[in-house]
């Protein structure tokens, strides 16, 4: 079938699903709004420091309107992230101590936090400080409840961590109903335990948040969901009051903390991005949507299928075939609007084991709520899929990848 027709006709089976998803927007929508009214955001925010950044209005504003979003009690918003892993980075060490035990309870975590942690070698690592680590695997795509529960009546654990995308692994992403659940078991074991959330990609997309269900602390990037593609860099953190004061004396030095980092005029971008990030996360999903919907019609293995549940804006492939998914993801940078003309092969990544190929002609470098396409070169060889910042260039850059495997 020629691909615009596939397109079409799966448009038409689709379309209820899309109406949720802007009903779900809406409400995202009008929380955000709320909550700029309700911090006062004004035109004054958008002015820039330099320097040591003190006194920078807009700066805590912009906190206090993340940290009403997403629940929390405080936030740190900060340029100064490099990404959502340093991020993660400097929330372990804001909160582990030497001797301190950190688990993981969904299994290994992303491939970046491999050396952060002391799973491989590094001589900055967690490990490296003398904090021990062990995880805990999913069973059947949910939380193994009795393990935890073992485990933490027997061990005394400082952080729990929990990475609710899927990172390169084939296991689905995890609910803010699974959440809330393994949360309750834990807080009823050992209160003190302080629950940490990698939230990365799952913004805007389920109605609660993990603060909102229980969550001491969550971390995620701002070229991803809340970014709403017009924040250049950074990432935020949000959650209790003593912890965040903890991540700022780690992101910048004891006894500044949060009150410093100049905001180099990013503040507007920032503003921006929150704004606009409900209906960019939608068009992200309706994206996903779509891509599942016609890949599966086309006889591939997808994850989530189109009409399943979802947690985060990632749309898996499985090929089966390095060739293909190498072909799909060059596609994705064809149907890009920046360095379209560029062709992404395999290579060595920095924090990764095996070859990555990665489509990003994003206006940011590394942005995933653009349209973007990576997976790592091993089987069963999946395309990793992510954001578009209308549902319109989402669907030129499908159009793109498939005309690109189905030719002979």
Same mark, same amino acid.
């Given at each position: 079938?020629?691909?615009?027709?596939?397109?079409?006709?799966?448009?038409?089976?689709?379309?209820?699903?899309?109406?949720?998803?802007?009903?779900?927007?809406?409400?995202?929508?009008?929380?955000?709004?709320?909550?700029?009214?309700?911090?006062?955001?004004?035109?004054?925010?958008?002015?820039?420091?330099?320097?040591?950044?003190?006194?920078?209005?807009?700066?805590?504003?912009?906190?206090? +309107?993340? =940290?009403? /979003?997403?629940? %929390?009690?405080?936030?740190?918003?900060?340029?100064? #992230? *490099?990404?959502?892993?340093? &991020?993660?980075?400097?929330?372990?060490?804001?909160?582990?101590?030497?001797?301190?035990?950190?688990?993981?309870?969904?299994?290994?975590?992303?491939?970046?936090?491999?050396?952060?942690?002391?799973?491989?070698?590094?001589?900055?690592?967690?490990?490296?400080?003398?904090?021990?680590?062990?995880?805990?695997?999913?069973?059947?795509?949910?939380?193994?409840?009795?393990?935890?529960?073992?485990?933490?009546?027997?061990?005394?654990?400082?952080?729990?961590?929990?990475?609710?995308?899927?990172?390169?692994?084939?296991?689905?992403?995890?609910?803010?109903?699974?959440?809330?659940?393994?949360?309750?078991?834990?807080?009823?074991?050992?209160?003190?335990?302080?629950?940490?959330?990698?939230?990365?990609?799952?913004?805007?997309?389920?109605?609660?948040?993990?603060?909102? +269900?229980? =969550?001491? /602390?969550?971390? %995620?990037?701002?070229?991803?969901?809340?970014?709403? #593609? *017009?924040?250049?860099?950074? &990432?935020?953190?949000?959650?209790?009051?003593?912890?965040?004061?903890?991540?700022?004396?780690?992101?910048?030095?004891?006894?500044?903390?949060?009150?410093?980092?100049?905001?180099?005029?990013?503040?507007?971008?920032?503003?921006?991005?929150?704004?606009?990030?409900?209906?960019?996360?939608?068009?992200?999903?309706?994206?996903?949507?779509?891509?599942?919907?016609?890949?599966?019609?086309?006889?591939?293995?997808?994850?989530?299928?189109?009409?399943?549940?979802?947690?985060?804006?990632?749309?898996?492939?499985?090929?089966?075939?390095?060739?293909?998914?190498?072909?799909?993801?060059?596609?994705?940078?064809?149907?890009?609007?920046?360095?379209?003309?560029?062709?992404?092969?395999?290579?060595?990544?920095?924090?990764?084991?095996?070859?990555?190929?990665?489509?990003?002609?994003?206006?940011?470098?590394?942005?995933?709520?653009?349209?973007?396409?990576?997976?790592?070169?091993?089987?069963?060889?999946? &395309?990793?899929?992510?954001?578009?910042?209308?549902?319109?260039?989402?669907?030129?850059?499908?159009?793109?990848?498939?005309?690109?495997?189905?030719?002979?």
């Amino acid at each position: 079938m020629e691909v615009n027709n596939l397109i079409k006709n799966a448009e038409l089976e689709i379309k209820d699903i899309f109406n949720d998803i802007d009903d779900r927007s809406y409400k995202f929508s009008e929380k955000v709004l709320n909550a700029f009214h309700n911090n006062n955001v004004s035109e004054s925010c958008f002015n820039s420091t330099t320097g040591y950044g003190y006194g920078d209005l807009g700066r805590e504003v912009i906190e206090t +309107v993340f =940290a009403e /979003i997403f629940g %929390g009690e405080k936030a740190l918003v900060r340029n100064q #992230f *490099i990404s959502g892993s340093h &991020a993660l980075n400097v929330c372990f060490f804001a909160l582990l101590r030497p001797n301190d035990l950190l688990l993981s309870i969904s299994g290994t975590p992303y491939d970046t936090l491999h050396e952060v942690i002391g799973i491989k070698d590094n001589p900055s690592s967690l490990k490296s400080f003398g904090i021990k680590y062990d995880e805990i695997d999913l069973i059947d795509n949910d939380f193994d409840y009795k393990k935890i529960e073992e485990y933490i009546k027997n061990n005394k654990v400082k952080v729990v961590e929990i990475q609710r995308s899927r990172g390169y692994s084939t296991r689905d992403s995890l609910s803010i109903e699974k959440l809330e659940k393994v949360i309750n078991l834990i807080k009823s074991i050992d209160k003190d335990v302080i629950i940490m959330v990698d939230n990365c990609y799952c913004e805007f997309v389920e109605e609660k948040t993990p603060t909102e +269900v229980g =969550a001491d /602390i969550m971390v %995620g990037s701002l070229i991803k969901n809340p970014g709403g #593609f *017009i924040a250049p860099n950074g &990432a935020y953190i949000v959650g209790k009051d003593e912890l965040i004061k903890l991540c700022g004396e780690r992101l910048t030095l004891p006894g500044e903390g949060v009150e410093v980092g100049p905001t180099l005029g990013i503040n507007k971008s920032i503003l921006q991005g929150i704004y606009l990030a409900p209906s960019v996360v939608a068009s992200s999903l309706k994206t996903a949507v779509l891509t599942s919907k016609v890949l599966e019609d086309l006889g591939y293995d997808v994850n989530p299928k189109y009409n399943g549940n979802r947690v985060d804006i990632v749309q898996t492939i499985i090929f089966n075939d390095e060739e293909k998914l190498i072909k799909y993801t060059q596609g994705i940078q064809m149907g890009s609007a920046i360095d379209s003309n560029a062709l992404p092969y395999p290579s060595d990544m920095p924090g990764y084991d095996d070859k990555i190929i990665m489509a990003s002609g994003s206006f940011t470098q590394g942005s995933s709520i653009e349209i973007s396409c990576d997976g790592p070169l091993r089987s069963p060889y999946i &395309a990793y899929q992510q954001g578009s910042v209308t549902y319109d260039y989402g669907k030129l850059a499908l159009k793109k990848a498939i005309q690109n495997i189905l030719e002979k």
